[in-house]
């Protein structure tokens, strides 16, 4: 608090300060933006990177704009929890709705993978330099003049517990606690963002609300949010169903929830990451996923036209490795009994994958396409097979046994540890009711290096087995490092 200057001084400074002869030392509250750039981890053509936007003013920030510069050959290839612009190798990134605003002494975050390892240059936050600008000078008080308290910014606010489960009505519902989450998972309506506080939540977390087309529901929060499943625990039924007392160890379950939007948030430290149920149209977006004991993201029980872009899925495997793969489509035949709920078969059809990063550390297949599933599009992400396990022939980057898939434009990768066998390959196992399983799938614009150890960038199984479907992989691919080759079939212009 400023200190009241006595009569005569005051009057004196008064006096000064209309005559233009003394500048007040008094001045508005402001914010004071800095940016981080922190490597999160880093693989043999790329890099991901997590950077914090931090307020050291005395004012909430109501916006903010990080700009850089990628030297030749780096380019940003994914990103989260921001609105990206490029003009040649200068990047602009803005807030989204719901990290703009950073209190004093608080941070928000958002993120970006790397193809190739060049490091940021020219760092700006709303136009000054990211590692802060020149302070501006104090003056220097004079007899009559107190120097004004600097203030001391305030902690970075963590969620605080609150009496109650039950969340406040409304279009938005902001939840800081697991029993608020649980509670707001419970009651969600089309259209409702449920909006995640930075901190960890433990717990079983299940969606069981539809969404709408229209009004879908979303589940939003900054990549310290963090969904942590210490199950499983209780005795459940033979075909995962939510059940009272049971909890399978999830990270995040949506059972017949439909039209969801998960975006920005993490799940670790748990048995499985992300389960889709039988819900269609589940986008999860700038998702991260890692240390889970099996698979990392998994559309099960015809939940169609799901999404899964500009996510982050490393870590998996951790307890079971041959169960350990970083996206699962779909499901085997054999499990069709539990899971298949469409024609007998599990129809998880026209999933895309798109611009995420996989690996390092799948100890399974980076996406397992299973038989059954139709019409999914894989494109544009970076698979690093390092850490593969080999088990349950776990020794590929993505093994498609589904059905007129589009599978362009992705970067592939592997060096030691693991086992590593091809980059690409089809199975055609035989299912009833009978699918022309691991048939019609193309392949485009891929680039693999095989490290000196895979046989083949693309292996094609059979071709007897896809009369008038037959798999097509075209010239536009490349690899490098392979012992046999681009492809054993031939190659499509």
Known sequence: MRRAIPGAAATAVAFLVAAGLLTPSARADSPALTATVARASVW?????????????????????TVEFDLPEGTAVSSHWSAVKTQNGRHYTFTNVSWNGTVAPGAAQSFGFNASGLGLPLNCT?????CQGGTPTP?????????????????PTPTPTATSTSVPPAGPVVDVGTAAELRAALASAEPGQTIRLA?????????AQRPG?????????????AVLVNDGPSGSGPSCPVPTAGWDPGYGLWLYRAPYWNLTGFTVRDSK??????????????????????????????????????GSVVEETGLVQPGYGEGVYIGSAGSNWGCHGNEGGADRSDRVRVEDNRIGPNVAAEAIDVKEGTFGGIIRGNTFDGRGISGQNSADSWIDVKGVDYLIEDNTGTFAAPGT?????????????????????????????DLGGVGAYAIRITSTSKCPGRLNVVHASNTVRGATSGLTNIAVTP
Do not use: I
Request: glycine fraction near 12%.
């Open 272 to 309: 499985k990451g992300v389960v889709v149920d039988a819900s269609p149209h589940v986008t999860a977006d700038g998702l991260y996923v890692h240390h889970v004991e099996e698979e990392g993201v998994h559309f099960r029980r015809s939940s169609a036209d799901g999404v899964l872009r």
């Open 198 to 206: 930075p901190g960890e939540y433990r717990g079983s977390f299940v």
């Open 138 to 154: 104090t003056p220097t008080p004079t007899p009559t003049q107190t120097p004004t308290p600097t203030p001391t910014p305030s």
């Open 212 to 224: 709408t087309a229209e009004r879908p529901v979303t589940l939003t929060g900054p990549r310290t």
């Open 125 to 129: 936050v709303n136009g000054a330099p």
């Open 420 to 448: 590593f066998t091809n980059g690409y390959e089809t199975h055609n196992p035989a299912t009833t009711p009978a699918f022309p399983n691991g048939c019609g799938n193309v392949w485009r614009g891929n680039s693999s």
């Open 44 to 64: 043999s053509s790329g890099y991901g990177a997590d950077v914090t936007v931090t307020n050291g003013g005395d004012a909430p920030a109501s916006g903010w």
